[in-house]
Antibody
Framework: EVQLVESGGGLVQPGRSLKLSCAAS????????MAWVRQAPKKGLEWVAT????????YYPDSVKGRFTISRDNAKSSLYLQMNSLKSEDTATYYC?????????WGQGASVTVSS | DIVMTQSPTSMSISVGDRVTMNCKAS??????VDWYQQKTGQSPKLLIY???NRYTGVPDRFTGSGSGTDFTFTISNMQAEDLAVYYC????????FGGGTKLELK
């Protein structure tokens, strides 16, 4: 069974950093692009980052470019999102997702609240 | 960025209804549109990929169609368990989602 489990969420002050992790199981992690998608409270879905199978290519929207970094450790079947210079508008549930002809598997989400 | 304009934003429906919603892309995205279902308190689930392909295990009452800039998602025989918010997403360029269509009981 494909499983994605996020961790690392929490309450953080504006301007500070936080790192999310996503542990993958049930599939060959190194064969898939992976992504992070977020959802602000009572809002829609917003793509945050994508990483290639090897990790050599990464992609971001302008809203997080230069502040967020996606990475992966294929040996540990793990995906990461380093979030720096956090803003109140980054408050959201962050989902990791497997990206293959669509985002075909999602984690349960990690809640991030940016507030003083 | 490619903007996905989804309509309507909400629908009041009855069990057994045929439900249709639309997504319009701001530029040609080919067939690179997926449809997702998100029930309250749950993560999104992929239903349709590449405009018209049903994902593994998805009931055949869910269908998708379209190409270019105009896409349609249909539930042929609405069931109570289909109450959710539905999102389209294009992946022809950096992924962008539509604003969602919320299905509510009449």
């Amino acid at each position: 069974e494909v499983q994605l489990v996020e961790s690392g969420g929490g309450l953080v002050q504006p301007g500070r950093s936080l790192k999310l992790s996503c542990a993958a199981s049930g599939f060959t992690f190194s064969n898939y692009y992976m992504a992070w998608v977020r959802q602000a409270p009572k809002k829609g879905l917003e793509w945050v980052a994508t990483i290639s199978t090897s990790g050599s290519r990464t992609y971001y929207p302008d809203s997080v470019k230069g502040r967020f970094t996606i990475s992966r450790d294929n040996a540990k079947s793990s995906l990461y999102l380093q979030m720096n210079s956090l803003k109140s508008e980054d408050t959201a549930t962050y989902y990791c997702a497997r990206f293959y002809g669509g985002m075909d598997a999602w984690g349960q989400g990690a809640s991030v609240t940016v507030s003083s | 960025d490619i903007v996905m304009t989804q309509s309507p934003t909400s629908m009041s429906i009855s069990v057994g209804d045929r439900v249709t919603m639309n997504c319009k892309a701001s530029q040609n995205v080919g067939s690179n549109v997926d449809w997702y279902q998100q029930k309250t308190g749950q993560s999104p689930k992929l239903l349709i990929y590449k405009a018209s392909n049903r994902y593994t295990g998805v009931p055949d009452r869910f269908t998708g169609s379209g190409s270019g800039t105009d896409f349609t998602f249909t539930i042929s025989n609405m069931q109570a368990e289909d109450l959710a918010v539905y999102y389209c997403m294009q992946s022809n360029s950096y992924p962008t989602f539509g604003g969602g269509t919320k299905l509510e009981l009449k």
